[in-house]
């Protein structure tokens, strides 16, 4: 047994040095493709370490396990964080490797989450309507090392709910069934069933997951999610994710009823990590809170988690420095405060010498507190009538946790509503977008508004007349029982799926204009000057021009996208009264949801389905891969047949649905 084991590790050594071809920084294309030289091949296992710095939490520790990556070594240090393995002849995986090909060879990570209602105090007011993973808000942080392959069985407890379970900005590149979107790429969860995703951390940083079924996040179904990997700046010592978030008394489900008669839903409290405060009272008497050692450097990894906020997030009297942003590493930059939307993300690294109140020079109190701050942007943010909660949602002590709380002040910062500047987010991997030969706006162009519905063809029944949000020709509606993955050998589709059929060959790049100008070229549109931030699944996108100026078309001197290594992500705010350009490669068949992540205007229908390459999405859905989505199908259905099963099961299966579905 032990023979054959190690026949299997060389087995896999001998792929390795054939198939990977990951590239080190300045190095040589002979250095790049060279096979190593090994008179014997390495003897016993690959690397296995612990993540960089020490942990926050022992508990929380995971392994980084390589056992197949014999002769490789892990060569992150605080001084070099860039580089994560090495091999003797040179190759390396670090930040200049192509993620988007390349990836170490890992291990499986297995985790289980159970979806249960639970009441959540999360700010000294029950919510006796929450949903949780696990019994926990947020949910369980999930970790994994790049290269690893996570393995994740969701049970569904919900008596009244489906579920699915999205992982947000993990490329799902080959596993777009595990992509989490119920009427997409799966069916729900029944009640009393569970479903196990599978999938390869190809990417590395974090992110978060939660619900993509309807309004459930909003309710509590969301938890951090990490894939430890190289980083472009220095650092000592990790902090574990800090989620920010708005945050309601009710259900989100209760809210988006005034999405739909024209009273806003408005939020409530601020959360960071779960806690927060309300008319003044923190949860227990406390705030979220860490302790810093003077001299260190510390990673924090931000994400936003909100239904409806655009939050400024700052320390007092410390500058941090920006090396992400969602999953791509960045050349690194300063500065006091960043700007995060709904689903985006940050890895940044504070320094632990704090300024004086003038911001000139070093504190000299090396035992003080520091208030941290989630500001609401302006014109990003609407909550309940008296004002926006208290900014002070977390506190910083140096030396130990005194229990006191700051005296320091906020720096004079904007406020406004937008992203990060885009000369900053300058990727390390850089891309150079094909430019295409002109750009068709009667295919590439997609207007944000509001739209009413044709007579007797009314959502949530067919004769209500309420205006929703769509991006495409209509608002979205979905399907939970025919879910697109079921369906890609179809030339037509229905209207309310809001298929985009984009027929581009391997490699080709599809580009899209999304404008919130408040002028159209679809007469049902109705102009509201709003900012959305947009995600896409299935791809980072190339930024290739955002835009506060109202859109006048591609011959206007207005319109000037970039191609030359633009920012990338897969979240980012389209200005209200502006306009963005984003570009992907048509690499990863299958159908893609982009969606405003407002949650009240994805539920409204604001999103579309790239539909990418379907012949060969359609061709990689082999019968063996569509057995599990066809047997969740089925057990949904089974569960949906009976009006019973329902909350309200007098008003049967027309009133179940009361949303897009996303």
């Known amino acids: 047994m032990k023979f054959l084991k190690e026949c299997f590790i060389s087995l896999l050594e001998l792929l390795d040095t054939l198939t990977l071809r990951p590239f080190a920084e300045n190095s040589s294309p002979q250095l790049v493709f060279h096979q190593p030289q090994y008179d014997v091949l390495p003897k016993g296992r690959g690397p296995k370490f612990s993540p960089p710095g020490k942990a926050e939490d022992r508990e929380e520790e995971i392994q980084c396990d390589y056992p197949a990556m014999r002769g490789w070594t892990n060569c992150s240090t605080p001084e070099n964080r860039g580089c994560w393995l090495r091999n003797p002849d040179g190759r390396e995986y670090s930040l200049t490797t192509n993620y988007e090909e390349y990836y170490p060879e890992g291990k499986v990570r297995k985790y289980h989450l159970r979806v249960d209602n639970m009441t959540i105090n999360a700010d000294g007011v029950e919510n006796r309507f929450g ?40 490329r799902q590149l080959e596993s777009m069934e595990m992509d989490g979107v119920n009427g997409v790429t799966q069916c729900p969860i029944a009640p009393g069933h569970n479903f196990t995703y599978r999938f390869r951390a190809r990417q590395y940083g974090t992110s978060w997951y939660h619900s993509h079924y309807s309004l459930q996040y909003g309710d ?3 938890g951090p999610l990490t894939i430890h990997g190289p980083s472009s700046a220095k650092y000592d010592l990790p902090k574990n994710p800090i989620l920010i978030s708005d945050w309601n008394h009710r259900s989100a489900f209760q809210d988006y009823q005034g999405e739909l008669t024209g009273d806003i839903p408005k939020m409530t409290s601020i959360l960071l990590n779960g806690l927060g405060s309300y008319a003044g009272g923190a949860k227990g008497g406390l705030k979220y809170k860490t302790v810093f050692e003077h001299g260190k450097r510390y990673l924090l990894r931000i994400i936003n988690t909100s239904v409806d906020t655009t939050f400024i997030f700052a320390i007092d009297r410390h500058n941090i420095t920006v090396m992400s942003s969602d999953f791509v590493p960045i050349h690194i930059y300063s ?7 709904i689903g985006q993300r940050y890895h940044v690294v504070v320094d632990a010498t704090p300024l004086d109140k003038y911001h000139q020079k070093p504190d000299q109190n090396l035992r003080g507190q520091y208030w941290i701050r989630t500001i609401p942007a302006t014109g990003c943010a609407k909550f309940e009538l008296g004002g926006i909660p208290d900014e002070r949602q977390g506190i910083i002590y140096y030396g130990n946790d005194t229990g006191k709380f700051p005296t320091t002040a906020r720096k004079d910062i904007s406020l406004a509503c937008r992203d990060e500047p885009w000369d900053k987010l300058r990727p390390i991997l850089p891309w150079t977008v094909e430019k295409p030969e002109k750009f068709d706006e009667s295919k590439e162009l997609f207007e944000v508004g509001t739209q009413d519905p044709e007579p007797n063809h009314g959502r949530p029944l067919p004769n209500d007349t309420f205006s929703r949000w769509s991006i495409g020709n209509q608002p979205l509606w979905l399907n939970f029982s025919d879910p697109t993955i079921l369906n890609l050998d179809k030339k037509a589709w229905k209207d309310e799926y809001v298929v985009v059929e984009e027929k581009y060959p391997e490699n080709g790049w599809i580009y899209l204009i999304i404008t919130s100008s408040g002028e159209y070229l679809n007469p049902n549109k109705h102009p509201i000057s709003a900012a959305h931030p947009i995600h896409l699944h299935g791809h980072d996108f190339a930024l290739l021009q955002q835009s506060n100026e109202t859109w ?27 306009f963005i350009v984003i570009a992907f490669k048509a690499d990863n068949p299958g159908a893609w949801l982009l969606h405003c992540h407002i949650a009240w205007h994805a539920s409204s229908g604001l999103a579309l389905q790239i539909l990418e390459r379907q012949k060969a999405a359609a061709q990689a859905m082999t019968p063996a891969r569509l057995a599990q989505s066809e047997q969740l199908c089925s057990d949904w259905n089974h569960w949906y047949s009976n009006s019973s099963n329902y909350y309200n099961a007098t008003l049967g299966k027309e009133h179940f649905q009361d949303d897009s579905g996303i």
């Open 131 to 170: 949903k949780v993973f696990n019994d926990t808000y947020p949910g369980p942080w999930i970790q994994a090392c790049w290269g690893d392959i996570l393995e994740i069985t969701v049970e569904n407890n919900l008596p009244y709910n489906g579920t699915t379970i999205h992982w947000h900005g993990l």
């Open 335 to 341: 500065t006091d405060h960043i700007v995060v939307g």
């Open 220 to 222: 509590g179904l969301v």
């Open 552 to 578: 006048k078309g591609v011959s206007d001197k207005s319109f000037h996208p970039q191609y030359d290594n633009p920012p990338r992500r897969d979240v980012v705010l389209l200005p209200g009264g502006g």
